[in-house]
Protein backbone atom coordinates (compact mmCIF):
# COMPACT_ATOMS: atom_id res chain seq x y z
CA UNK A 1 0.00 0.00 0.00
CA UNK A 2 1.04 3.26 -1.20
CA UNK A 3 2.45 5.73 1.67
CA UNK A 4 1.96 9.18 0.36
CA UNK A 5 -0.77 10.97 -0.01
CA UNK A 6 -0.63 11.40 -3.34
CA UNK A 7 -0.44 8.18 -4.51
CA UNK A 8 -3.00 7.13 -2.42
CA UNK A 9 -5.34 9.15 -4.59
CA UNK A 10 -3.83 7.38 -7.69
CA UNK A 11 -4.88 4.26 -6.04
CA UNK A 12 -8.44 5.46 -5.91
CA UNK A 13 -8.47 7.40 -9.41
CA UNK A 14 -6.89 4.55 -11.20
CA UNK A 15 -9.61 1.56 -9.66
CA UNK A 16 -12.34 4.12 -10.61
CA UNK A 17 -11.73 4.41 -14.72
CA UNK A 18 -10.88 0.82 -14.15
CA UNK A 19 -14.55 0.18 -13.31
CA UNK A 20 -15.73 2.22 -15.94
CA UNK A 21 -13.61 1.05 -18.67
CA UNK A 22 -14.87 -2.67 -17.79
CA UNK A 23 -18.71 -1.45 -17.85
CA UNK A 24 -18.28 0.53 -20.57
CA UNK A 25 -16.19 -2.80 -22.53
CA UNK A 26 -18.84 -5.11 -21.27
CA UNK A 27 -22.00 -2.86 -22.89
CA UNK A 28 -19.94 -2.65 -26.14
CA UNK A 29 -19.53 -6.77 -26.13
CA UNK A 30 -23.27 -7.11 -25.02
CA UNK A 31 -24.40 -4.75 -28.19
CA UNK A 32 -22.17 -6.86 -30.74
CA UNK A 33 -23.57 -10.26 -29.46
CA UNK A 34 -27.55 -8.68 -29.80
CA UNK A 35 -26.27 -7.90 -33.29
CA UNK A 36 -24.65 -11.10 -33.93
CA UNK A 37 -27.86 -13.09 -32.92
CA UNK A 38 -30.06 -10.72 -34.85
CA UNK A 39 -27.99 -11.48 -37.63
CA UNK A 40 -27.93 -15.26 -37.01
CA UNK A 41 -31.84 -14.96 -36.92
CA UNK A 42 -32.20 -13.58 -40.12
CA UNK A 43 -34.61 -10.35 -38.75
CA UNK A 44 -32.90 -7.73 -40.66
CA UNK A 45 -34.95 -5.08 -38.58
CA UNK A 46 -33.92 -5.89 -35.60
CA UNK A 47 -30.43 -6.25 -36.62
CA UNK A 48 -30.81 -2.92 -37.47
CA UNK A 49 -31.65 -1.78 -34.52
CA UNK A 50 -29.38 -3.56 -32.43
CA UNK A 51 -26.51 -2.29 -34.81
CA UNK A 52 -28.00 1.65 -33.81
CA UNK A 53 -27.44 1.04 -30.52
CA UNK A 54 -24.22 -0.41 -31.32
CA UNK A 55 -23.25 2.52 -32.89
CA UNK A 56 -24.22 4.87 -30.27
CA UNK A 57 -22.70 2.60 -27.60
CA UNK A 58 -19.34 2.41 -29.23
CA UNK A 59 -19.49 6.18 -29.91
CA UNK A 60 -19.63 6.82 -26.30
CA UNK A 61 -17.05 4.68 -25.46
CA UNK A 62 -14.38 5.92 -27.91
CA UNK A 63 -15.55 9.46 -27.02
CA UNK A 64 -14.11 8.43 -23.60
CA UNK A 65 -10.75 7.11 -24.83
CA UNK A 66 -11.85 3.16 -23.96
CA UNK A 67 -11.36 2.46 -27.74
CA UNK A 68 -9.66 4.12 -30.43
CA UNK A 69 -11.40 6.06 -32.97
CA UNK A 70 -10.29 3.79 -35.73
CA UNK A 71 -11.04 0.88 -33.91
CA UNK A 72 -14.33 2.02 -33.19
CA UNK A 73 -14.93 2.89 -36.73
CA UNK A 74 -13.84 -0.62 -37.81
CA UNK A 75 -15.71 -2.57 -35.56
CA UNK A 76 -18.92 -0.31 -37.13
CA UNK A 77 -17.96 -0.65 -40.51
CA UNK A 78 -17.87 -4.49 -40.35
CA UNK A 79 -21.01 -4.81 -38.33
CA UNK A 80 -22.95 -2.48 -40.96
CA UNK A 81 -21.47 -5.00 -44.01
CA UNK A 82 -23.08 -7.91 -42.15
CA UNK A 83 -26.26 -6.14 -41.63
CA UNK A 84 -26.24 -5.21 -45.21
CA UNK A 85 -25.03 -8.31 -46.52
CA UNK A 86 -28.21 -9.87 -44.53
CA UNK A 87 -30.62 -7.81 -46.71
CA UNK A 88 -29.50 -8.74 -50.06
CA UNK A 89 -29.31 -12.45 -49.49
CA UNK A 90 -32.93 -12.08 -48.03
Known amino acids: ?5 S ?3 RILVNEKKA ?12 SVKKVDVAIESGDQNAAKEALSSLKSTMGKAAGKGIYKKNTNSRKI ?14
Open 19 to 30: ARNKAAKSAVKT
Open 1 to 5: MANIK
Open 7 to 9: AKK
Open 77 to 90: SRMSKAVDKMGKEA
